[in-house]
């Protein structure tokens, strides 16, 4: 019902020195918010939550540093990114629906947070430390898809934009760490707890779509969660072992050879049809088997067990 979506929401948008915002009013047929521009996003909102309103300019144009930072986007793009974010789920389910009739009824399955399509991201708003991991995760979803097309296999995509979840830094929000994303390892802990942890080989040939659509809440949670842990176990665990082939994954990404050296490592045929597994053996020469215990031990080290 059209009464569950509220009313206006007053732009009220504070302009910090080093992140110029602009807003204006937004509407969508029974939907009003604002829209807020900055250099690399515009902004769409229904936020009831003004301080966090006026904290995202800045929290988004922090996150885009940290895109480029990681994976250098080609010269010359540099559209805005599109991001929504509304105030209460009813009024993103009104949104969806009429936006995207033939995905609505996959969409309508996720229980929190949003989805990307394009350049634009979708979500809806829970509480601030789980809204503001949502709009980083799809912030990188919307920057890897626009600047570079669908080249990263799903456990790269979603284990960086889990990775992107936690690294913040904000005048608004707390400070926080990659390697320490709250969201992902209360899921981690508890999957070893029931012993409910998915095999590596699964993780890198599953795609992100069929967890979706498998509906499973607990499995949904477990996948994501293991897919940024095996990213910080890449850059970061086994004593750095494989921190410097991730290194050159991420330049190749930047550089436009990333799928040429998946698909030549397709083509030889020694590790499997799957692009998610093929990475492990263009970059870091093994199967995803091989890497199976030392992965299983640094998910044990960060649930703290």
């Not at 966090?52 to 144009?61: K, R």
């Not at 930072?69 to 949104?95: C, H, N, Q």
């Not at 779509?209 to 949670?221: A, M, P």
């Amino acid at each position: 019902a059209l009464s569950l979506l509220g009313s206006a929401t007053a732009c009220k948008t504070l302009q910090k020195p080093d992140v110029v915002a602009t807003a204006s009013e937004w509407s969508f047929e029974a939907l009003t918010g604002c829209r807020i521009q900055t250099e690399h996003f515009e902004l769409v909102t229904t936020l009831e939550d003004y301080a966090l309103e006026e904290g995202l300019p800045e929290f988004l144009e922090d996150a885009y540093e940290r895109f480029e930072k990681m994976i250098p986007s080609p010269k010359g793009e540099d559209a805005r990114l599109t991001v929504y974010l509304f105030g209460r789920r009813p009024e993103w389910d009104y949104f969806t629906r009429r936006r995207f009739p033939t995905r609505y009824e996959t969409y309508a399955r996720i229980r929190r947070g949003g989805y990307t399509e394009g350049s634009m991201s979708v979500s809806f708003y829970t509480d601030r430390g789980s809204t503001l991991a949502t709009i980083a995760h799809e912030a990188w979803h919307q920057y890897i898809g626009s600047r570079f097309g669908a080249v990263l296999p799903a456990w790269l995509n979603e284990g960086l934009a889990c990775h992107h979840e936690a690294a913040r830094k904000s005048t608004f929000f707390m400070l926080a760490r990659a390697d320490r994303n709250p969201f992902r390892i209360n899921s981690l802990c508890e999957a070893v707890h029931h012993d409910t942890l998915i095999p590596l080989v699964q993780i890198v040939s599953t795609d992100a779509g069929e967890v979706i659509s498998r509906d499973d809440h607990q499995f949904t949670q477990t996948y994501y969660a293991q897919a940024w842990a095996l990213v910080t176990f890449l850059r970061m665990g086994a004593d750095g072992k494989y921190a410097e082939a991730f290194d050159e994954l991420l330049a190749d990404v930047s550089a436009g050879r990333f799928r040429a050296r998946i698909s030549a490592a397709q083509l030889a045929g020694r590790r499997g049809a799957s692009a998610g597994a093929a990475v492990f053996d263009a970059y870091f020469g093994c199967d995803p088997e091989e890497l199976q215990d030392e992965y299983y031990d640094h998910i044990v080290r960060a649930c703290g067990f």
